[in-house]
C-alpha cells in the first residue's frame, strides 16, 4: 500500500508539474495568464489523433508536428489577440479565457466527444517496481518530465533566447533598454507555453480518453499549482506538485475518487488564507497579485 | 505633401445645455435627457404586453434576456470593484438550487422561496467566495470559474439535492403576468438602483478599489469588507436570476451550473461595454435574440459567442453602449493636421 502510494503519488505529481510548467512559463515571462490553455492541451490531443488517423502518420512523427503547430498557435495568438490587449488584465484574461473556451466546444460541436478518441502508448507493457505494477507510459511521463525541467534549466540559463526570457521576466525596461524585443519575447513565451502543453497532452492522455472536459480540469490544475507553489517560481511549481500530487493519490485511496478534485480547491483555500503568495512566491504582500 | 486628417470630437452644444438646472427650459433638452432613459424602460413595460403581437415564444426569449442582463449586471458590479468573474454561474446556480430545494422539500410557494433563494444565495456565494476575495484579477478570475465545475461535481458525487437528475415539478408562478413582469422590473430595479450606487460615494470607494486598492487601504478603508458587500450585492441580483428561473422552468438541475450561464453575462457584458450597467444590459438585449436565432447550430453558439467576446475585446473594446452614447453626445469632424 504504501509503496504504491509512493510511486503513484510521484507519477501524479510529475503529471501535474507537466501540466502547470507551461502555463506558469508564460505567466512568469510575460506576465499573460494563458487561459486558453486547456484548450491548447486537449486540442494537441486531438491533433496528434487526427494525424495518426487521417493522414496515417506514426506516432514519433506526429508528435514533433503537433508540439510544432501548438507551439507556432501560440505565438499567432500572442500577435493577432494578445499584442493589442497586452497590459489590460481584464481583457488578456477574457480574450484567453474565450479563445479556449472557443476551442474546446467547437471540438465538441465536431463530434469529438465519444470513446474512440484515444491516443497510443509510447510502448505498452509494464514493469515491477518496489512489488507495484507500473506501466512504460507512467515511466516515460516521469522521465519526461525530469527532462524537461533539466532542458528548461539549461534553456533559460544558457541560450540567448532563454536568457532574454528571464532578462524580462525579472525587468522588463532593463531588459528592453538592452535591445531586447519585449513583444517578440512575450509571443515566444506564449509560444513555449503552448509548445509545453502539447508535450503534456501527447505523454499524459495516452492514460485515459480525450475528453473535452479535461480541459477546464486542466486550467484548474494549472492555476491550482500555481496559487500553491507561487506563479513564477519553478521550484515551486515542483514542491507544489508532490504536495497536491500526493495529498491527490491518498484522497483518492482513502476516501473516493471523485474527491480527488476537491483536493485542487481546498488546496488553494488553504494556502491562501496560510501563506496568501504561495509557498515559494516573491511577492510578500498579497495586494500585488494581480 | 499629402495633407493629413485627424477626427475631432466636440460636445453637442444641447449635452452642454443639459447639464444644468437650465436643462428644464425647454421641452427640446428635456427630451435629450429624458428620451434615451425613458424610452428603454417604456419599452421593456409593452413588451410583455404584446403577446399577442410577436407571439409566446419570443416573450419566453424575453423573459431568458432578462434573467442574463441581471446576471451581466451583477458581472458589471463585480468588475466595478476589479473582480473579474468568469462564473457567474455560481450566483445562478446557488439561487436556483436554493430556491428549488425550498419548494421542493418544504413546499414554500413561490412569493417565499425567490426570496428567500435570493438572499439567501447571495450569502452563500459571498461565504464561498470569502476566502478568495483576497485574491484580485487573474487569480480571483480563476477561481470563480473553477467554482461552477466543482460544484456540479460536488452534486453529481454526493447525489445531494436530485442527484444528476435534479428537483423537477416545482410550483409554477401564480400567474402570466406575474411570470412576465418579475424579470423586467427586478432588471430596472437593479440597472437603475446599481447606476445610482455606483455614482454615490459608496461606488466611488468600489471604484476605488478597482483602480488602487492600495490608495484605498491608505485611508483607512477596509477594501475586503467592501468587496464582501459589493459580492453580497452582485450575488443578490444574480442569485434572483436563478431563483426566478427555477420556476420559470419549473425544474432545477446541473444545467443551472453550467457554461452559457458564465460567458452568456460575460459576453453580454463586454458587448455592451463595461462598467455602464446599460452596456451589458443592452449587450444582453442584442445577444440572446441573436443567439435565439441561432438555435439550430447547437452548442456551436458557444463557439460564436467566444469568437463574439475575442472581437469585441480586440476591436471594440469600449463596447456599443459607449459607442452609442459618444454618437449621442458629441458630433464629430475631420480636422487638417499640421
Not at chain 2, 190 to 201: A, Q, V, Y
Not at chain 2, 282 to 302: D, N, Y
Request: hydrophobic letters at 55%.
Amino acid at each position: 500500500m504504501i509503496n504504491s502510494i509512493i510511486i503513484y503519488g510521484l507519477v501524479n505529481s510529475v503529471m501535474l508539474a507537466l501540466i502547470a510548467m507551461g502555463f506558469s512559463l508564460t505567466f512568469g515571462i510575460s506576465g499573460v495568464a494563458n487561459f486558453a490553455y486547456g484548450g491548447f492541451y486537449i486540442l494537441s490531443g486531438f491533433l496528434t489523433w487526427m494525424l495518426l488517423h487521417y493522414f496515417k502518420l506514426p506516432f514519433l512523427l506526429a508528435i514533433p508536428i503537433t508540439i510544432g503547430i501548438v507551439g507556432l498557435l501560440g505565438f499567432v495568438t500572442y500577435w493577432v489577440i494578445l499584442y493589442r490587449v497586452r497590459g489590460i488584465a481584464l481583457s488578456e484574461v477574457i480574450a484567453t479565457f474565450a479563445l479556449g473556451v472557443g476551442m474546446l466546444e467547437l471540438f465538441r460541436w465536431l463530434g469529438f466527444v465519444t470513446y474512440d478518441f484515444t491516443l497510443p502508448y509510447l510502448k505498452k507493457g509494464m514493469v515491477v517496481i518496489a512489488g507495484v505494477p507500473l506501466d512504460y507510459q507512467r515511466l516515460f511521463i516521469i522521465g519526461i518530465g525530469l527532462a524537461l525541467v533539466l532542458f528548461l534549466y539549461f534553456f533559460t540559463h544558457y541560450t540567448r533566447i532563454g536568457l532574454a526570457f528571464r532578462g524580462i521576466a525579472q525587468n522588463e525596461r532593463t531588459a528592453i533598454s538592452l535591445g531586447i524585443r519585449s513583444d517578440y519575447t512575450a509571443a515566444l513565451s506564449l509560444a513555449f507555453g503552448s509548445a509545453m502543453a502539447s508535450v503534456a497532452a501527447i505523454v499524459i492522455l495516452p492514460l485515459g480518453i480525450i475528453s473535452i472536459n479535461l480541459g477546464y480540469e486542466v486550467l484548474l490544475i494549472a492555476v491550482a499549482v500555481g496559487i500553491v507553489g507561487g506563479l513564477e517560481s519553478v521550484p515551486g511549481i515542483l514542491v507544489a506538485s508532490l504536495i497536491l500530487g500526493y495529498a491527490q493519490v491518498i484522497t483518492g485511496i482513502y476516501l473516493a475518487v471523485e474527491w480527488m478534485t476537491v483536493v485542487y480547491l481546498a488546496a488553494i483555500v488553504i494556502i491562501l488564507s496560510i501563506k496568501p503568495s504561495g509557498l515559494f512566491g516573491k511577492f510578500k504582500e498579497l495586494e500585488e497579485r494581480v | 505633401m499629402a495633407t493629413h486628417y485627424r477626427k475631432e470630437r466636440l460636445d453637442r452644444g444641447i449635452k452642454a445645455r443639459c447639464e444644468d438646472i437650465f436643462a428644464l427650459s425647454s421641452y427640446r433638452e428635456i427630451l435629450y435627457l429624458l428620451l434615451p432613459r425613458v424610452l428603454p424602460v417604456a419599452a421593456l413595460l409593452i413588451l410583455p404586453l404584446l403577446t399577442g403581437v410577436v407571439g409566446l415564444y419570443w416573450i419566453k426569449v424575453l423573459v431568458i434576456t432578462c434573467a442574463i442582463a441581471l446576471l451581466a449586471l451583477s458581472w458589471d458590479l463585480l468588475a466595478s470593484v476589479g473582480l473579474i468573474s468568469l462564473g457567474q454561474a455560481l450566483f445562478f446556480g446557488v439561487g436556483a438550487y436554493l430556491t428549488g430545494f425550498l419548494n421542493h422539500r418544504f413546499g414554500w410557494p413561490p412569493f417565499l422561496t425567490i426570496p428567500l433563494g435570493t438572499i439567501g444565495g447571495a450569502f452563500i456565494c459571498t461565504v464561498l467566495l470569502l476566502p478568495v476575495l483576497r485574491l484580485r484579477g487573474v487569480y480571483f478570475a480563476i477561481v470563480t470559474l473553477t467554482f461552477p465545475l466543482l460544484l456540479t461535481r460536488f452534486i453529481e458525487t454526493t447525489k445531494i439535492l436530485g442527484g444528476t437528475e435534479g428537483m423537477s415539478a416545482l410550483s409554477p408562478l401564480p400567474n402570466m403576468w406575474i411570470e412576465l413582469y418579475l424579470p423586467v422590473l427586478a432588471l430596472l430595479i437593479g440597472l437603475f438602483g446599481f447606476r445610482r450606487l455606483i455614482n454615490e460615494d459608496y461606488g466611488l470607494v468600489l471604484q476605488g478599489i478597482r483602480d488602487n486598492d492600495r490608495a484605498v487601504m491608505s485611508g483607512a478603508i477596509n477594501i475586503y469588507w467592501f468587496k464582501i458587500q459589493a459580492v453580497f450585492l452582485a450575488g443578490l441580483v444574480g442569485a434572483f436570476s436563478g431563483a426566478f428561473m427555477t420556476h420559470y422552468y419549473r425544474f432545477v438541475g446541473m444545467p443551472a451550473f453550467s457554461l452559457d450561464y458564465s460567458i452568456l453575462p460575460l459576453t453580454a457584458a463586454v458587448l455592451g461595454g463595461v462598467g455602464t450597467f446599460a452596456g451589458p444590459t443592452l449587450g444582453a438585449f442584442i445577444l440572446i435574440p441573436l443567439s435565439e436565432a441561432l438555435r439550430a447550430f447547437g452548442t456551436l453558439r458557444v463557439v460564436f459567442y467566444s469568437a463574439i467576446l475575442i472581437i469585441c475585446i480586440v476591436s471594440l473594446p469600449e463596447g456599443v453602449f459607449h459607442y452609442i452614447q459618444r454618437k449621442y453626445h458629441q458630433f464629430e469632424k475631420m480636422v487638417k493636421v499640421g
